[in-house]
Each structure stands twice: as structure tokens, then as C-alpha cells.
């Protein structure tokens, strides 16, 4: 592995994207970076990298001899070098210098001509940066530099210093070392999983299924069947396994009920020789709900000292917002305002809420929730308040902390009269609080007050002091403090986080990997491992490697995990005793059964040689016989909302073409640009913002084409 990489002169754009992330994971995992003379004059989009370096470059005067004032001989980069040396060179002048450089060497502006960043002028330095270390010369634009025994000597001992012990801490695994198996597919919308210790792996299908798949071979067969209300989102929703279970067999699950006013149940049960028992069920806790749309969630996970976290999304219809804040506070709206839910601290939706289960039945409230027992007009059982989506969330075992992805809203673009772009987010919390929902996003970035009755833009929420005024709120009216994602993305590639690529936002927390939760003597994963956090996009079809530092605030590396598989919408994963990663896939069409819906089972070899597993779909078309319409669709995310002729979650790409054609085009571009909804139902398409007019254009063309011969007749849809 390199303990070095050296930006030699280099200029401009040198970088392409899966280059730049390449770079940044490695200086984030403790390598090395030193910079000569105009690797300050390269990569200006890329804002971190400016920050590596330490300065941009402005301007130069003419080549001319200068003094140089040497100020810390003890760097090894100096400790040769005379306290004043004059050289020849050209002489950069800088702009966006960082204010925390270790500057070893000044220049004398009045030593030679041109010179203008004042009397404190660096021309050398050094830094730690982003888990790594950062050297950096403005000296060496000459070719006599490279015979100059003290240039030499300078350049040798930043080369040593950024090298550190010379030795890169261990990389991550290489993905042939991961053997990937498919334990079964064509599954039916499979929603989450947990271990039955010594038995298996428990899974649920939102229509009401419950599947084991036993340790001991045989396959996966049916462990029960609940009946639910399945339609919008809801149904079977969320399963996990008490910390006792091989004492007592007791499962929760969060399931929508099939009868009377519409509400979630989470409900304890008991399992016997491998079958769900109907009768033992205990009702823990009833979530009333609407049935009038969206954000469900419904994920169980069992935390420290038996608490029980419950994922709620906020049960607000986000169509008739414009991907903004749905905040509709007009009469008879309520299903369009999250302020009743997510804002509302009387509520149970829009929250991960936190009860400890009875071995009687009923529950506790653990000390340290949101709301003290006895606070009017608060819910005790609420922990993370002002959440739209709390899908998939994990618990670190040996912390404690909370991570969860919040799925967002639709917006493609900011807009001053109402605010941020849709975000999704990535969040952690170490204690209870208010994370901003429907008032802000991401990091604290505010929603405007909209008016739905007069179209008006009021002020913008204040994130640090928020207040629930709607008429829909039965809760407190001043809200928490807002607590800040710990990432947050859009539709396009983020500055901030340009490793998260672009497309659609789905942001999944999938578990913390600890070796105290692998049973001893297993080999499981390698310690490489230990307290990273499995991230996965469930629309970009990716899983992501995180580290934090030691207070868990800030990022310090992220890593593709398995690049070379195809993960097809992936929906739960979590560690068993085995040592091995379960993963569920929910496959690309929704609210169906798909053949590449799957469990799988990843396990860790050392010995390598595993080999990708390929989506059993049809093959691919050759790139070479495709238009270059079909090669931007093939190469974007589209594919997770449309097929040609099939239904997925947006209509068929020929029903778009036996609805519209060319006369239309204008429009349709700025559609898929923007993203949105109603014009084929209450279901969201995703904004594409990334995309240049001309690119759509070129892949509108090939979707129309697939309407010749097939255009239905007037009136028809």
C-alpha cells in the first residue's frame, strides 16, 4: 500500500469522480499527501481538496531570486535549511489559505517583485487533515530545483514526514475475500429480518408472511401468516426477536391492523417449533394512523437494557407540497400537514420511539426519553422526535448510539419562497431530541412558513427554536433545539459528501459491526471491521463502509463495500451469531413479488476467490447496439421506478410514449429535471437534477420511440 501519494506540478482537473472518492478515503484512513508548487493551481471544483492542500493558488509575478525566511527547523523539511535562503523560483501568491496551516517557510515580499499576500506570506507547510496528513511546497517550479541539494533536502523531509511509520493502516477487504450466497429469492416484498438464536433467520413480507430460513438447512419455509391492512404502505412492516428469546421465544411485531379505525400494533408473540403462535398475542403499544397515504415505518430493533426502539414515519401526504414542507394548515388538510405528526410531541408518528417490554405484558418508560412520564401534552414513549421517515435505523451494542436513515422529500431544487432541496439524511443520536421535521433538513438548513390558503411565503423556520403553531398540533407548542444530520444529500453529487455519487434518495442505517456480538471461536468478519456502520442507498443499489471519529460527530472515511455485486433495492441487514452479514433485497419492482427479491448470506473469507453474483434478470443489452438515449437510461436510476413494459413504482416507459410525443418534449424535460407527482397518481418521481436538458432530451427520444405502433386511441387513459 502507498504511505505517500505526491501531486507533482500537477494543473487543473486531474480527477475524475471515482478518483477524487479514491483519494479522500485514503487520506480519511490515515495516508499521506504532499503537494509541490502547482498542485495548488488543481482541482478547483473540488472544495476538499482545497482544504487538503491548504491554499489555493491566485497569482505569480515573473521567475526571480527571493529570501525565504525559515521559521521551524525541527520539521524534517527544514531542519537542513538556513534561517534566511535565497533561491530562485517562481512565487506563488495565495487566496483561501486555511487558518490552521503549520507554516515552515515565509517569503520576504520585499526580496523581490509581485508579491501580495503581506508580511506573513507562507510558501511551505504542513497539517493533519481528515484522519490524514497534509505536506505542501509552493517551491519547485524550476527544473534547477531538482539539482539543488537543499531543494532536495526540503522536498525529502516532507516526503518523510507526510509517510509517517510508512505503513497505510490495513485497507478494507478486497471483495473476492466475500462469499455471497443466495438462500432464497422471489420473495414478496420482504420488509425486515431478525435472528432466532440457534434456529435461524426470521423474516416478514409486508402482505403478512412470516419465513424462517433454518440454520440447519432445508430452505426457507412459511412460519406464519398474520392478517393485516396491506394497502398504501403499510402491512407487516417490522420483526424482531427478544434479547431472551431462547428463554422465552418472544417475537414483536409492527403490523398494520386489518380491521376497525385505522392504527399500527406492535405486539409480542411467541414462536414454537419454528411456527408463529397466533393466540399468545400481547398488545404492547397502538399507534393510531390514517389510511390515506405514505411513511409507514415499522422497523423493531432491541437496544442496552431490553429497550425496545419503534420506527414511525410521519403519515403525511408530501404530493400536494411541491416537494417542500407539507404544512397545509387549511381546514379539512390534516393529512397534509406533518405538524400534527412528525412536530407534534403528543403523537406517536414522525418518531423512533424507546419503551422497555414487560415480562407481564405492558411496558416501561426508560429514563432519558424525550418527555418525562406526566408532561402535558407529550407522549413518554417518543425518543427522536421530528423524523418523515425513519425506515431502517441500527444500535450500536457497545455505545448505544442510534443511527437511522430518514428518507426525504421530493424537491429537485432549493427555492427562496419555500427553501432547501429534498434531502435525505443520515442521523445518530447519543441521547433524545428533535431533529427538525417539517422545519428544516439535513444540517439545520430552514423551511419557510408557507401559507397554502394565500400561496405566501412567511419567515424562515429557526431551527434552534422551533415552534408548532398549526391548529393540527395537540402537543407543545416550542419544540426542542434541532439536532443536525450527520449527512444529508440530494438528487445531485454533494460537495460536502461526493462519494455518495447521485440519483435517488433512500438513505438505509444498516448495523454497527462489534466482535462481541459474533459468537467466540467464529471468525466472522475481520476486525477491519469493528465499529464501522453498514450505510446502504436502497434506489442507488449500494452499501457504504462508514467510520466516525470518537466522539461518533464527524465522518472520517467511508468505503464501498462489495462494488462489484448488483444489490437490487437492498432492505435489511444485520449480523448473526455466525459472523456472517444477512442481507434482504427488495428487488426492483414495488408492491410485488420480484424474482430478485432475496436473502443472502455474506461471509467473510480469507482465503478469497468468491466471485460477483449476478440479478437473475435478463441479460443486459450490448452498449454498442444501443442509442445514446438508451445508454444515459441504462447508466442512471431510472430503472428503479420504470421497465419498458412494466409498472414499477412510475408508469411503463410505454405508457409514457402512448401518452405523450415530441409536441411535448418541453414539458417532459422539465419533469424528470424537476421530478414530482399527480400525473400519474400519488407516487413520487424522482428529480434528476444532474441531468443536463440535452441529456433528457436524448433520453426522452428512445422512450417515445417505444409508443410507434403502440399509441393507444384518444380518451383511452
Not at 284 to 290: A, G, H, S, V
Not at 506 to 526: I, L, T, Y
Amino acid at each position: 500500500a502507498f504511505a505517500v501519494v505526491v501531486f507533482l506540478n500537477t494543473t487543473g482537473d486531474v480527477l475524475d469522480a471515482s478518483q477524487q472518492d479514491a483519494l479522500q478515503r485514503y487520506i480519511q484512513r490515515g495516508g499521506g499527501f504532499v503537494g509541490v508548487h502547482a498542485a495548488a493551481d488543481t482541482e478547483y471544483d473540488w472544495p476538499w481538496y482545497g482544504e487538503l492542500v491548504g491554499a489555493r493558488f491566485s497569482n505569480h509575478p515573473d521567475i526571480q531570486p527571493a529570501t525565504l525566511r525559515v521559521l521551524d527547523n525541527a520539521h524534517p523539511a527544514t531542519a537542513e535549511l538556513p534561517a534566511q535562503w535565497r533561491r530562485q523560483d517562481e512565487w506563488y501568491n495565495f487566496r483561501d489559505i486555511e487558518p490552521d496551516l503549520e507554516v515552515l517557510i515565509e517569503i520576504d515580499e520585499g526580496s523581490y517583485e509581485g508579491g501580495d499576500n503581506g508580511e506573513q506570506h507562507p510558501m511551505a507547510w504542513y497539517r493533519h487533515f481528515d484522519g490524514g496528513r497534509s505536506f505542501y511546497t509552493g517551491l519547485g517550479h524550476t527544473r534547477a530545483s531538482y539539482e539543488e541539494p537543499l531543494f532536495l533536502s526540503h522536498l525529502l523531509g516532507g516526503l518523510r514526514w507526510a509517510a509517517g511509520e510508512g505503513v497505510l493502516p490495513g485497507a478494507l477487504p478486497d471483495q473476492s475475500q466475500f462469499r455471497r450466497e443466495v438462500l432464497a429469492d422471489n420473495l414478496n416484498e420482504p420488509m425486515q429480518m431478525t435472528e432466532l438464536p440457534g434456529e435461524g433467520i426470521l423474516f416478514v413480507e409486508r402482505a403478512g408472511t412470516l419465513k424462517l430460513y433454518p440454520f440447519g438447512g432445508g430452505g426457507v419455509r412459511q412460519a406464519g401468516q398474520l392478517a393485516v391492512y396491506s394497502g398504501d404502505e403499510d402491512g407487516l412492516l417490522g420483526v424482531v426477536a427478544d434479547p431472551d428469546y431462547v428463554h422465552n421465544r418472544h417475537i414483536y411485531l409492527f403490523y398494520s391492523a386489518p380491521n376497525g379505525a385505522p392504527r399500527q400494533h406492535v405486539s409480542r408473540f411467541r414462536m414454537a417449533d419454528g411456527q408463529l403462535q397466533l393466540a399468545s398475542e400481547q398488545l404492547l403499544l397502538e399507534i393510531p394512523t390514517q389510511h390515506a397515504c405514505c411513511h409507514s415505518g415499522g422497523a423493531l430493533v432491541f437496544g442496552p437494557a431490553g429497550n425496545l426502539y419503534i420506527g414511525v414515519g410521519d403519515n403525511t401526504n408530501p404530493f400536494e407540497s411541491d416537494g417542500f414542507a407539507p404544512i397545509d394548515e387549511r381546514d379539512g388538510r390534516a393529512i397534509y400537514d406533518a405538524q400534527r405528526s412528525a412536530a407534534n410531541s403528543n403523537d406517536l408518528r414522525g418518531k423512533i420511539l424507546r419503551i422497555r417490554p414487560l415480562p407481564q405484558g405492558g411496558y416501561s418508560i426508560p429514563e432519558g426519553n424525550l418527555f418525562a412520564p406526566g408532561t402535558a401534552g407529550a407522549r413518554p414513549e417518543i425518543y427522536a422526535m421530528g423524523l418523515r421517515n425513519p425506515f431502517r435505523f441500527s444500535i450500536d451494542s457497545a455505545t448505544g448510539a442510534l443511527f437511522w436513515g430518514d428518507i426525504g422529500p421530493d424537491a429537485g431544487s432549493a427555492s427562496d419562497a419555500r427553501g432547501p432541496e429534498g434531502m435525505g439524511e443520515l442521523n445518530r443520536a447519543n441521547s433524545a431530541g428533535f431533529w427538525g421535521w417539517p422545519y428544516s433538513r439535513g444540517n439545520n438548513q430552514p423551511y419557510r412558513d408557507y401559507s397554502f390558503h394565500s400561496a405566501a411565503s412567511g419567515d424562515w423556520f429557526d431551527p434552534q427554536a422551533p415552534v408548532n403553531g398549526s391548529a393540527n398540533n395537540s402537543g407543545l407548542r416550542e419544540l426542542p433545539p434541532t439536532q443536525a444530520s450527520l449527512l444529508w444529500y440530494s438528487y445531485e453529487r454533494s460537495e460536502t459528501f461526493p462519494w455518495l455519487g447521485a440519483g435517488g434518495v433512500n438513505p438505509m442505517a444498516g448495523p454497527v459491526f462489534r466482535r462481541q456480538d459474533v459468537e467466540s471461536g467464529v471468525p466472522g468478519f475481520p476486525d477491519y471491521f469493528e465499529g464501522a456502520l453498514f450505510f446502504y442507498e436502497w434506489l442507488r443499489d449500494w452499501i457504504m463502509v462508514l467510520r466516525f471519529d470518537a466522539a461518533g460527530n464527524n465522518l472520517i472515511s467511508a468505503e464501498p463495500f462489495m462494488p462489484g455485486h448488483e444489490f437490487s433495492n437492498p432492505m435489511d441487514m444485520a449480523f448473526a451469531v455466525d459472523g456472517c452479514l444477512y442481507l434482504l433485497e427488495y428487488g426492483q419492482k414495488w408492491f410485488r413479488q420480484n424474482p430478485d427479491a432475496r436473502l443472502n448470506r455474506i461471509c467473510y473469507d480469507p482465503a478469497g476467490g468468491a466471485t460477483p453474483v449476478p440479478l437473475p434478470l435478463a441479460a443486459a443489452p450490448d452498449p454498442s447496439a444501443m442509442s445514446p438515449g438508451q445508454q444515459l437510461l441504462a447508466a442512471s436510476d431510472c430503472a428503479a421506478c420504470h421497465a419498458v413494459d412494466d409498472v414499477v413504482n412510475g408508469p411503463s416507459y410505454r405508457q409514457i410514449a402512448q401518452r405523450y410525443d415530441h409536441d411535448d418534449m418541453d414539458y417532459l424535460v422539465a419533469r424528470v429535471i424537476s421530478g414530482g407527482s399527480g400525473a400519474w397518481g400519488e407516487r413520487a418521481m424522482s428529480a434528476h437534477p444532474q441531468l443536463s436538458p440535452a441529456e433528457v432530451r436524448s433520453m426522452l427520444d428512445w422512450i417515445l420511440a417505444q409508443g410507434e405502433g403502440h399509441r393507444a386511441a384518444p380518451g383511452a387513459d
